[in-house]
């Protein structure tokens, strides 16, 4: 008998589905797809990875290792 294969696991989310859930209803939306939640999840752990990466380089030409709000701000102008 052929062993069953575990299921695939889908790639790991820092952002928890709840909360972007609510805040998808809060602005309007009655019902939310689950596909839809997943890319907008997506979307959005991107352009936090974007924005960090542009603050680390921000950081790095002050010669500096903390990352601060205006490194932040200023990564995503």
């Known amino acids: 008998m052929a062993k069953k294969k575990a299921p695939a696991k889908k790639a790991e989310s820092y952002i928890a ?3 972007i859930r609510r805040l998808m209803k ?6 939310v797809a689950a596909d839809a939640l997943d890319k907008l999840i997506s979307f959005l752990e991107g352009a936090a990875a974007d924005a960090t990466k542009e603050a680390i380089k921000i950081c790095k030409a002050d010669k500096r290792k903390r990352v601060t709000a ?8």
């Open 26 to 31: 809060k602005e309007g939306a009655d019902l």
């Open 17 to 19: 589905k709840a909360p």
């Open 70 to 77: 205006a490194d932040i701000r200023n990564a995503t102008r």
